[in-house]
């Protein structure tokens, strides 16, 4: 390779667009003395990641496609909504719910809007600490949760479980709690 003309040895009908733009990052990185080459995925690598990342892509809108109908829930909705059931007394602290829930607090904030505005959640300040506000659901929040859990664990059936063999599903728990670990997600309740 040479950098005056961001060349690379390789068969003709192999240099394309893209690898003459790798071959440019190449040189610069040689150029500025930074010669360490990125740890490339496999094959077999690059097949795991794509299918986890159509995962991430596809099935949160298959999810929240079917709250929606059949409940009238977002899947941020429904995750806060289940996440406070689990909770102890079915009340939580909303820095607790953003952290289980993956969630910002400003987005937090306005799905607990929304759901202070339906009926099904009160927020208040803690008692033991009245810089921080709690979630609790209310008796018709809790209702609500009964009523889109079914038609949740279905989805969840459909698009996951079903088309999985029960040595799969071990697989998958194994596999996913390895990548839990390694983003250090939280510990979530079931």
């Given at each position: ?71 009238g ?29 993956n ?18 959640v ?69």
């Open positions: 390779m040479t950098c005056s003309d961001f060349t690379c040895k390789a068969n003709s009908n192999q240099i394309t667009l893209k690898v003459k733009r790798i071959c440019k990052v190449e040189c610069m990185a040689d150029q500025e003395g930074l010669d360490n080459e990125p740890d490339w995925l496999t094959s077999d690598e690059q097949d795991a990641w794509v299918s986890l990342w159509t995962v991430m892509e596809w099935l949160p809108g298959r999810l929240d496609a079917q709250l929606q109908s059949d409940s829930l977002s899947l941020a909705e429904y995750n806060a909504l289940s996440q406070i059931s689990m909770a102890p007394e079915a009340t939580i602290r909303l820095s607790e719910l953003a952290v289980l829930a969630m910002k607090l400003p987005h937090l904030s306005r799905v607990m809007t929304r759901l202070e505005k339906a009926g099904w009160t927020r208040f300040p803690d008692p033991s600490n009245g810089r921080y506000t709690l979630a609790q659901l209310t008796e018709s929040g809790v209702a609500k949760v009964k009523e889109a859990a079914p038609g949740h664990v279905s989805a969840v059936r459909e698009y996951v479980i079903g088309s999985l063999s029960p040595a799969q599903i071990q697989a998958m728990t194994e596999v996913n709690s390895a990548i839990a670990g390694a983003i250090d997600a939280p510990h979530v309740n079931r």
